[in-house]
């Protein structure tokens, strides 16, 4: 019997394991992956104490913090239930089953999909969903960068270092993203925009040939070998069905990180909590753990 689970590894699962090791609790962090979103970031310039990271170096430093508490970590493992039963909360996993006095769901987002013929083919294949991942992969090529927000954004300025050619599609008037990326993008004489403009198929052989788009009443065919799908994020919480979320499929949660079911926590990017950024989620999942905290303190005996 666990005090706490914590479900996920990125920066609030994290945080969170931290503090909760700091306040000697009997803890238990689930994730499938360790960095969570900060992992598949590019140059972090807003992170207080590092005026310029990487998002993979961020990660690392995340874990190196994590680990020095020997903290009990489940790698590698999906979490399928989260079920209050009682007093007490059943974590199901593809592995095994687990017990706690409170969760923290701490699982982030996974990337959306743009639901196109080729997808599915040609993923891992000249398609993915990661510009930190796999740009390395591209260089000298020409490539197409799918979205218009921040993350799109973020990935051009990284494959602008790599890549011949970046074409940006985004189906909105305008790129939406933060203005000082905007910026740093119009500057590059390697990159084309495509406003009101959306991919209809992705094509190619053994792997990624090209995009079919459709912009304002015209189809064409751009010729790229790489295609960075950046089109935003859909919350993980297909495991917690029971508990109360908004139209986005994002927990709701209190002030105090409380979802509609109690003993169960939520934080970071997961949750309704606005403004998804790394500091954040870090700051929310130390809250979350100072909320378990106190919630334990009532906890029957």
């Known amino acids: 019997m666990y005090d706490v689970i914590i479900i996920g590894a990125g920066p609030a699962g994290i945080t969170a394991a931290v503090y909760a090791a700091r306040k000697k609790m009997e803890l238990l962090v689930i994730t499938e992956d360790i960095g969570g979103q900060a992992a598949w970031s590019g140059d972090i310039e807003n992170y207080t104490g590092y005026q310029f990271i990487t998002g993979p170096e961020l990660a690392a430093k995340f874990e190196e913090h994590m680990r020095k508490f020997g903290i009990r970590l489940k790698e590698n493992e999906t979490v399928l239930e989260v079920l209050k039963q009682g007093s007490t909360v059943l974590v199901k996993t593809d592995k095994a089953a687990y017990q706690a006095r409170a969760v923290i769901i701490a699982s982030g987002k996974k990337s959306k999909e743009l639901g196109v013929s080729g997808e599915k083919e040609f993923k891992n294949h000249g398609l993915t969903y990661c510009a ?36 940006m599609v ?128 009532q906890y029957p005996q």
């Not at 799918?146 to 494959?159: E, K, P």
């Not at 993008?185 to 390697?190: I, N, R």
């Not at 304002?216 to 495991?239: C, K, M, R, Y």
């Open 132 to 167: 930190t991942c796999d740009g390395p992969l591209f260089s000298g090529k020409d490539v197409a960068v799918v979205g218009g927000g921040n993350s799109a954004l973020d990935a051009a300025l990284q494959l602008i270092k790599i890549a011949r050619h970046v074409t």
């Open 170 to 297: 985004n189906s909105a008037p305008v790129l939406t993203g933060d203005a000082i990326l905007q910026q740093q993008v119009s500057l590059s004489a390697s990159v084309t925009v495509l406003n009101k403009t959306r991919v209809t198929e992705v094509f190619g052989d053994s792997k990624v040939r090209g995009i079919k788009v459709l912009g304002e009443g015209t189809q064409e065919s751009l010729a790229v070998e790489g295609v960075f799908v950046e089109i935003g994020l859909i919350p993980n919480t297909a495991f917690a069905p029971s508990i109360e979320k908004n139209e986005l499929g994002e927990i709701k949660v209190s002030a105090r990180n409380e979802t509609s079911v109690e003993g169960i926590f939520a934080a970071g990017d997961v949750t309704d909590m606005p403004e998804k950024q790394i500091i954040v989620a870090a700051g929310e999942g130390a809250k979350a753990v100072l909320s378990v905290f106190r919630y334990l303190l």
